[in-house]
């Protein structure tokens, strides 16, 4: 318990928080939750998502977890760590019969390396994530490990989000805004005794975020944006591209392109159309998805 206890209590309790200057003529101000700076492997709100589910998890002295991913799923490379470092077993179905026979990109290599076997499998059986019958059949095939779903979204992942935001959050922000996938983590936010509004910029496009929190939470302090997805799930742009590096020349701000920058575009987007009030105190999650520690861009 010690080690998870280490792992835990990572830079939780001080995270940085870094405020962009606008000189906005209407006084907004901007401010950075930078989670991204946690740690190297569990990065962002991937460590608050696994938190609780790893207690969980040492606690009934399982052998190892079982999860689901993409390619690039900053998720499986933080679990596949989080294993490593707590001698548990890791096992990732990931999306991609075809990935098979190709060379393994850097977040996947790193995650092996990190003892995690790769069972790569087509997308129609990747569809079955959720199925219970296919998540009844995995059990009796692995017993001893934990099913854990995709983006770690369950109830001890937004258990462990809600203490993304503080108690002194809520006096100094008018509004939380964070990049949205699973939804895990904004259901965190929204769960969270945070009264401001919380704007979710969704990385895909579609309004069925919309629909599943609606069914989550019976608040309405919160709102999905997905006018910013730029094409859908991982599709960049030059535009995109070109303003990860003003980002990082203006502001010494890293973006991710798959959640950050565009929820970044986003929120900049919407300060010059007027979509916020006069004098709004904005707080951004910086989520994490940054790999400097591959050397690589994964
Ligand atoms: C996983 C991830 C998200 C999405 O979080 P959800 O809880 O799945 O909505 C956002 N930003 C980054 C950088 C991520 O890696």
């Not at 509004?175 to 969270?192: E, H, Q």
């Not at 009030?277 to 690589?296: D, E, F, Y």
């Amino acid at each position: 318990m010690n080690i998870l206890n280490n792992i835990l209590n990572i830079n939780i309790q001080h995270l940085p928080t870094q405020e962009l200057l606008l000189n906005h003529p209407l006084n907004i101000r901007l401010f950075v939750k930078r989670l991204d700076l946690i740690h190297p492997y569990l990065s962002g709100n991937k460590l608050f998502k696994l938190k609780y589910n790893l207690q969980h998890i040492m606690q009934h002295k399982y052998r190892g977890i079982l999860s689901f991913g993409g390619a690039y799923s900053n998720h499986i490379s933080a679990l596949a760590y989080a294993c490593h470092t707590l001698k548990l077993d890791s096992i990732a179905i990931i999306r991609g019969e075809e990935l098979k026979y190709q060379a393994l990109n850097p977040l996947l290599q790193q995650a092996q390396q990190h003892g995690m076997h790769l069972h790569f499998v087509s997308r129609d059986e990747y569809s079955l994530r959720h199925d219970d019958e296919y998540l009844q059949q995995l059990q009796t095939q692995y017993p001893d490990y934990f099913i854990l779903p995709e983006g770690a979204n369950n109830q001890y992942a937004i258990q462990g989000c809600q203490e993304i935001l503080t108690p002194e959050d809520n006096h100094h922000y008018d509004i939380v805004c964070c990049a949205v996938g699973t939804a895990g983590t904004i259901k965190g936010l929204i769960s969270s005794d945070f009264n401001g509004d919380i704007l979710g910029f969704s990385a895909l496009k579609g309004d069925f975020l919309t629909q599943e929190i609606k069914l989550f939470t019976n608040k309405n302090n919160w709102r999905i944006i997905d006018d910013y997805c730029m094409g859908g799930y991982a599709k960049s742009s030059k535009i995109l591209e070109q303003f990860i590096m003003q980002m990082q020349q203006e502001y010494q701000l890293p973006l991710d392109r798959i959640y950050t920058a565009k929820m970044f575009y986003g929120i900049f987007d919407l300060i010059q159309q007027g979509y916020f009030k006069a004098n709004s105190r904005i707080l951004t999650i910086h989520s994490g998805g940054l790999h400097h520690h591959l050397n690589q861009q994964a």
